[in-house]
């Protein structure tokens, strides 16, 4: 065995052979995998084999199309069969919600370059015979779904890793990973010790444990899962041609044919954690006892759906664990606050992802950054909040969802007030109905009262509207508060911090007490963040960002940071607040601060520590409402009397507490785009407008100059425009289908009611020859196409006049 590689792997199950074979296609032939047994010796060998395309997230499903339609160039190169039935597959849905949703991913599956159609059940009937028609509403069709051999899709990614010169070794457990000073890792097997400059954890069902080596705590946890197998079917036999396969969303129920039988998993409706303790490190070729009580609701179900399976006698019963994720979405990636560690754990439908996984970590560590943005498969999602118990509840909660409908508005119970504020519970007795971020609970919106708050999942307008309504018209005509905690702050100070922001930004650095808004870019010239820094004193900043992407951004921040002159905190848990916003707001600070707030006293984007409500803060003038407001942060233990100071002062004014719905409308009528929707690495700073903030002269080398400068004069392909639309009980929220003469030409990002100005609003990328102001597009809501017209100007005050007040 070699002393010395580029990257080693840990894992061979189908994940690691796929970053194997990724990385040497890609060019890095110094690239090795240890497996512990033999290959595929995790939860690999004894899946079900079954793929498809859709999944939660369009760019996790756009890169399930890839890994499906990768499988016949695996067969080329490796010589091996993959065993690839290509039998086309469809989703049934027996409840009008279901229906809905369908419709909703053929609409995503457009721009996505997905081949998804509804067929009419007739046509299912004809193509599947055994199931009863009647039992559904509708069926949409993906032609490339279908199923493939395991163990032998595993083994083909490493053969054709070796083809293009990655190597492997078997009976290879790796015992220690030891960082060395210079970053590089020594891997420690009893064959002898490889140091490796990189090294990926895809160990799966033992992700828990190699992560411990390096004294990480991954939040994933294995659950028991169950298929069945049955004898043959005659009516299989008489059908003559190969089934396609299904998923039966309402009785949870994926199937499939195997030789003239069925094949048929299911999700149990209470999941099973396995070995939360850790998994034995002597456990591979195994499985577990099957308890078929547990899903027997599930096979009777089953019956009325596809009678013959009552008549079948089973073959034979699987029950193996494999691993989640707390949102069931894999986790991929530098880990952050680790030097060259990186991790592809918690991989759930490894045949239908691990292409894509293998291939955007590939991308990550040859190239810097991915070709798409994989924010929905990044392990920075998640922080230390994120414990192991987090993750068995949320793994948990995942498993027994994972066909059941989550609707937009919709917020998972499992794992709640995992990280409250100071306010928690005095926002709760206002009405408050929360919602979770990174962790923390925040206010989506308030009820008039304790028992009214609870929101009602659709897809459609909800029982909110009419409070959100209330909450905007506060704001816009009055004087409105929302708590400040989910924005993250990183604080940066030292003789050296200037000339790091400098690079790491691409807007210019404010003076001193001022604040600017900025772009953050990667080598590539792709939005990287969406931020706002502030400088307090010559050597101090504070950059405000996302909530959600803090790790991300620390990572970021910590893989750039000089080895000296620049300290950097994440302050996102020591700095919590609250914004007051709407025409009354300086009326309002004025009473409770002894500075002058004046439009002169304290200008627009002007920041400075202060004392407001009797309590040390960060004062800011600055809103997302579009409204003249004020930002005041202070210690999470000042926030209980900052509150309770603007709450007293605003009393005879007619201060409305607001949550973040609020915002969310308010922003759209003035165009602006959010993190994680509109603004991210998909996208670029000229695409998105952001260029704006850019100081395309300024000095330093910022990270993605030359790209942003290139793409400026270039001119963008497409650029994100604000849409007007006519409908009735619904809005958009993402992922929507644009279309312009009958043909697909974009897609949503976000959108919603903007209350104030009472419109359906959009926003998405469109190409920039039909980025022109009146320009004409339908778009595809739940099937149906609704007008949709851009507005050039923002629909609310279009010169900043209130902002600026
Ligand atoms: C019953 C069942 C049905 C399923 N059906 C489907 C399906 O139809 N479609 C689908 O897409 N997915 C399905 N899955 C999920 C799929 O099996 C997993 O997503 C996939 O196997 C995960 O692969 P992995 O490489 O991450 O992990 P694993 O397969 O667990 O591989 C990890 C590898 O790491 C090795 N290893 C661990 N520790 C060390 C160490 N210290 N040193 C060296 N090597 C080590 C192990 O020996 C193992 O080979 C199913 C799973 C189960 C249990």
Redesign the pocket.
Known sequence: MQTHAKVVI?????????ILFHLAKHGWKDVVL??????????????????HTISSDPNISRLQGYTINLYKELEELSGQSVGHHPTGGFYLASSPERLDYLKQERSKARYMGLDQEFISLQEVAEMHPLIDPSKYLGALWDPIDG?ID?SSV?HAYAKSARQYGAQYHRN????ETNPRADGSWDVV?PNGTINAEMIVN??????R??GH?AGIDLPVQPM????LITETIPEIEAHGKELPCGIDYESNL?FRQEQQGLLL?TYEPSATPWKVEGTP?DF?HELLPPDLDRIADRLKLASERIPALGRAGIKNV??????FGPDGNPMIGPVPGMKNYWA???????????GGVGLCLAEWMIEGEPSIDVWAMDIARFGEFATHEYGTIKSAENYTRRFILTYPNEELPAGRRQKTTALYDRLVARGAVMGTGFGLEHVLWFADKPENAHETPTFRRSNAFEYVADEVRAVRTGVGAVEIANFANHEFKGPGAGAFLDRMLAGRLPKVGRLNLTPMLTPKGKLYGDLTVARLDEDTFYVFGSGAAQEMHRRWFDMHMPDNGVSYRNRSDELHGIAISGPRSRELLSRITRDDVSAQGLRFRDIRRTAVGGVPVILARISFSGELGFEIYCAPQYQVKLCEQIEDAGRDLELKLYGARTLLSLRLEKGWGVWTLDFRPDFTAVESGLDAFVAFDKEADFIGKQAVLTQRDKGPEKKLVTMVMGTDDIDVTHDEAIFHNGECVGYVTSGGFAHHVQKSVALGYVATALAKDGEAFEIELLGEMKPAKIVAEPLYDSIGERMRS
């Open positions: 840990i894992g061979g199950g189908v994940v690691g052979c796929s240890l497996e512990r047994s033999e290959l595929a010796s995790g939860s690999s060998w004894h899946a079900a084999g079954q793929i199923y395991p595993t290879t457990p790796v015992i097997t895809a160990a799966g069902l033992w992700a444990e190699v080596l028991e899962h169950h298929y994926y998993g490190l591979g699987v029950n193996g664990p494999f691993t592809a754990v918690g991989v759930m439908a490894g045949f239908c992802q691990a």
